[in-house]
């Protein structure tokens, strides 16, 4: 008796074909479905990291703090998470104040460095933050009239340079030798400007003289015996220093406090560990 199922070319019968057929079908629809359902798992998660994203960039580090800014008697109203730096409040002040950031001075009791915290300082919405600096403008304004004036010199001054403590205006102080008062002076040393004034030092007249930089109102103070001189420290427009002879340890240094070199005050015996800080003191560094 002959079988009703029919035999195929491959030896397989009908029935076995379409069993086969039912399983690749099968097979390939559940490689659809997971394929559908990884590409949609994988959107949801890249919906839920930007959500994420989104959220965090919502929530503040730490809570804010509304302060005052105060420069050159003028008021600004500052607000910023207390875990900013110095760093970046000077930063954000470049624009408002017009003082690059690498020029201010900010002083929270004292001069606060760069890495530390606007928390680590106790900043709070009763804060008066003193910045200190000069604008852009003025530094530019002071950089062209002494090239200007250098030039000038240049041209109506011999190629070799008499150097300062040659001049009758200076000898005559100098050969009255240190003072006995004078601070300890040391070569090729950078030392920052101490807490108290500069003291044991000379003017042209030959009278005592001190030099105290009040930071946080940006001045300096020249004292002598008859007078306190109040300095504001963006109207120096130059500062110039040189070694004494036979006593390098010491410097001569004219702050140029007018238009010309006539309006020059000289201060003779400055240590000269100090004379760098002196010059970044008033300009910056």
Same mark, same amino acid.
């Given at each position: 008796?002959?079988?009703?199922?029919?035999?195929? @070319?491959?030896?397989?019968?009908?029935?076995?074909?379409?069993?086969?057929?039912?399983?690749?079908?099968?097979?390939?629809?559940?490689?659809?479905?997971?394929?559908?359902?990884?590409?949609?798992?994988?959107?949801?998660?890249?919906?839920?990291?930007?959500?994420?994203?989104?959220?965090?960039?919502?929530?503040?580090?730490?809570?804010?703090?509304?302060?005052?800014?105060?420069?050159?008697?003028?008021?600004?109203?500052?607000?910023?998470?207390?875990?900013?730096?110095?760093?970046?409040?000077?930063?954000?002040?470049?624009?408002?104040?017009?003082?690059?950031?690498?020029?201010?001075?900010?002083?929270?009791?004292?001069?606060?460095?760069?890495?530390?915290?606007?928390?680590?300082?106790?900043?709070?919405?009763?804060?008066?933050?003193?910045?200190?600096?000069?604008?852009?403008?003025?530094?530019?304004?002071?950089?062209?009239?002494?090239?200007?004036?250098?030039?000038?010199?240049?041209?109506?001054?011999?190629?070799?340079?008499?150097?300062?403590?040659?001049?009758?205006?200076?000898?005559?102080?100098?050969?009255?030798?240190?003072?006995?008062?004078?601070?300890? @002076?040391?070569?090729?040393?950078?030392?920052?400007?101490?807490?108290?004034?500069?003291? @044991?030092?000379?003017?042209?007249?030959?009278?005592?003289?001190?030099?105290?930089?009040?930071?946080?109102?940006?001045?300096?103070?020249?004292?002598?015996?008859?007078?306190?001189?109040?300095?504001?420290?963006?109207?120096?427009?130059?500062?110039?220093?040189?070694?004494?002879?036979?006593?390098?340890?010491?410097?001569?240094?004219?702050?140029?406090?007018?238009?010309?070199?006539?309006?020059?005050?000289?201060?003779?015996?400055?240590?000269?560990?100090?004379?760098?800080?002196?010059?970044?003191?008033?300009?910056? @560094?």
């Amino acid at each position: 008796m002959e079988s009703s199922e029919e035999i195929n @070319g491959h030896g397989e019968t009908k029935n076995e074909t379409k069993v086969a057929d039912s399983a690749v079908k099968e097979e390939t629809s559940e490689c659809t479905v997971k394929e559908i359902t990884t590409e949609s798992s994988v959107e949801e998660q890249i919906t839920e990291s930007v959500v994420k994203e989104e959220t965090c960039d919502l929530i503040p580090d730490s809570p804010s703090v509304e302060f005052t800014i105060i420069h050159n008697k003028d008021k600004y109203m500052v607000s910023m998470p207390l875990s900013s730096t110095i760093a970046q409040l000077k930063n954000k002040l470049v624009d408002m104040i017009g003082v690059p950031n690498k020029m201010q001075k900010i002083m929270i009791k004292g001069l606060a460095k760069d890495d530390q915290t606007l928390e680590s300082l106790n900043v709070s919405s009763s804060s008066k933050i003193m910045v200190v600096g000069a604008k852009l403008q003025d530094i530019v304004a002071v950089s062209v009239a002494n090239v200007e004036e250098e030039s000038s010199s240049s041209k109506s001054g011999s190629s070799v340079k008499e150097p300062l403590c040659k001049k009758k205006l200076h000898l005559k102080v100098l050969e009255r030798g240190i003072p006995d008062d004078a601070l300890v @002076g040391i070569l090729n040393i950078k030392d920052p400007l101490p807490p108290h004034p500069l003291s @044991g030092m000379l003017n042209k007249h030959g009278g005592k003289v001190r030099l105290t930089f009040k930071l946080e109102v940006d001045q300096l103070w020249i004292g002598t015996k008859e007078r306190t001189q109040k300095v504001a420290m963006n109207t120096i427009r130059h500062v110039v220093s040189e070694p004494i002879e036979g006593h390098e340890e010491y410097h001569i240094v004219g702050f140029q406090l007018g238009t010309t070199e006539a309006s020059r005050y000289w201060v003779y015996w400055v240590p000269a560990q100090y004379v760098d800080s002196i010059k970044e003191a008033i300009f910056g @560094g």
